[in-house]
């Protein structure tokens, strides 16, 4: 194992109350409603990977950081609401590490994307090295994601349902009609055509170098 200096300071300081956000993850049990609804998951879409066993940040990072059971997740997902083809799991055979990483990586950075185009947010998505490394402070971007990811699914109106507390956050966009965009866009016109704005007009302005007369 490479030795890693001890961090220190404001690094350290972070770092200790990543953890302790981590702990308060874990005894809230958001990281139980996450591995039920994984694991729900994967009972009726992908049996064969089996199913996460613990709920803590460690047992999350050792089950999922291979990539394999999120993407059989996020297939079960896209192929139930439909409009998405399902995306291969990336398997390395070889026994040099840093190609079995690099397979991993793909295939967490694949479910990362899948997650944005059903409509995550980029600032709600981990980043792959997060789960991959997994430290404690690490973790708790990776618990987060997965927890808002759970949230817009059930939004979308999936099942097994995500049983995690709270609502996923969408933008609200007003639509309008042709119609209503053309009159919008006509009074504005017509407000800047008259040349007045809200009342005010030129009474009171004067030529540059004149002096302002002021009435006693």
């Not at 200096?5 to 972070?14: P, T, Y």
């Not at 139980?32 to 009972?43: G, S, T």
């Not at 995306?87 to 390395?92: G, H």
């Not at 402070?137 to 927890?147: R, T």
Request: aromatic fraction near 6%.
């Amino acid at each position: 194992m490479a030795y890693r200096a001890s961090k220190s300071g404001i690094a350290a300081d972070i770092e200790k109350k990543m953890n302790e956000k981590m702990t308060e993850l874990e005894e809230t049990g958001i990281t139980r409603f996450i591995v039920d609804w994984i694991n729900a998951v994967l009972a009726v879409g992908a049996p064969e990977q089996g199913q996460v066993v613990g709920d803590k940040a460690q047992d999350i990072h050792l089950a999922l950081k291979d990539g394999a059971r999120l993407i059989c997740l996020l297939n079960h997902i896209r192929h139930t609401l439909g409009g998405h083809p399902p995306l291969k799991v990336a398997v390395s055979t070889s026994k040099i590490a840093s190609m079995a990483a690099a397979k991993h990586m793909d295939n967490l950075g694949r479910f990362l994307t899948g997650a944005q185009e059903l409509g995550m947010k980029t600032n709600d998505l981990f980043q792959s090295g997060d789960l991959y490394e997994g430290s404690r402070a690490q973790m708790v971007n990776v618990v987060n994601s997965l927890h808002s990811f759970g949230l817009l699914c059930k939004t979308l109106g999936y099942a097994p349902t995500y049983g995690g507390p709270g609502h996923y956050a969408t933008e609200n966009v007003r639509g309008f009609s042709e119609e209503e965009v053309r009159a919008q866009s006509s009074s504005i016109l017509s407000k800047q055509n008259s040349g007045a704005h809200g009342g005010a007009n030129q009474g009171g302005m004067r030529a540059p170098g004149t002096s302002r007369h002021i009435a006693e």
